[in-house]
């Protein structure tokens, strides 16, 4: 299985300032035939069901503000709410799905300093 | 609107069988992939299984293979997982999710459901 660590576990950032995670993978997740990168991140609050965020690594899913933005490629990847809001308080989680199982990070804690 | 709103959780005894399910509204459950998604209490994000939407191929995470069965009904929009020989560590909400892309095996999910908590304790 691919093995996907995040870091941090948890961050406090003050409003209105940037927000970054890290996601790394144990393998590869750029499939060459596509120049694609297999790789979702997620946002899930308590009591809610997970939101996608963006998927292909940098795609943001339709409805989702332009404040998150994914990047990278092959093993390492970001995501960064440039502007933190107070809506933005959750866990988040990367995902691979370039093989089967789909695996996650262990989740980081995005909270308000 | 897309809807998937699951039901079934609840406490069962170790060793014991539940058998979840997932309705889906606001689109055709035929024309996607389907899958569940766990997560354990303090714990993060497993996925479970899988279901094609044509051919009905299906998969399943190492630690529940041969104890879960996923399967659909198209004609209700239903999803279903049956879970039997159930262990403590099972003990989790458990989502059902649908797929953003059509491919033969699981991708990245772009609906939820709020979740139904399955407890295994004696």
């Known amino acids: 299985d691919i093995v996907m660590t995040q870091s941090p576990d948890s961050l406090a950032v003050s409003l209105g300032e940037r927000a970054t995670i890290n996601c790394k993978s144990s393998q590869s997740l750029l499939y060459s035939s596509n120049n694609k990168n297999y790789l979702s991140w997620y946002q899930l609050k308590p009591g809610q069901p997970p939101k996608l965020l963006t998927y292909w690594a940098s795609t943001r899913e339709s409805g989702v503000p332009d404040r998150f933005s994914g990047s990278g490629s092959g093993t390492d990847f970001t995501l960064t709410i440039s502007s933190l809001q107070a809506e933005d308080v959750a866990v988040y989680y990367c995902q691979q799905y370039y093989i089967t199982p789909p695996t996650f990070g262990q989740g980081t804690k995005v909270e308000i300093k | 609107e897309v809807q998937l709103v699951e039901s079934g959780g609840g406490l069962v005894k170790p060793g014991g069988s539940l058998r979840l399910s997932c309705a889906a509204s606001?689109?055709?459950?035929?024309?996607?992939?389907m899958n569940w998604v766990r997560q354990a209490p303090g714990k993060g994000l497993e996925w479970v299984s899988y279901?094609?939407?044509?051919?009905?191929?299906?998969s399943y995470a190492d630690s529940v293979k041969g104890r879960f069965t996923i399967s659909r009904d198209n004609a209700k929009n239903s999803l279903f997982l049956q879970m039997n020989s159930l262990r403590a560590e099972d003990t989790a909400v458990y989502y059902c999710?649908?797929?953003?892309?059509?491919?033969?095996?699981?991708?990245?999910?772009?609906?939820w459901g709020q979740g139904t908590l399955v407890t295994v304790s004696s």
């Open positions: 999710a649908r797929d953003l892309f059509v491919r033969q095996w699981p991708t990245t999910f772009d609906y």
């Open positions: 606001g689109f055709s459950l035929s024309s996607y992939n």
């Open positions: 279901m094609s939407s044509g051919d009905g191929i299906m």
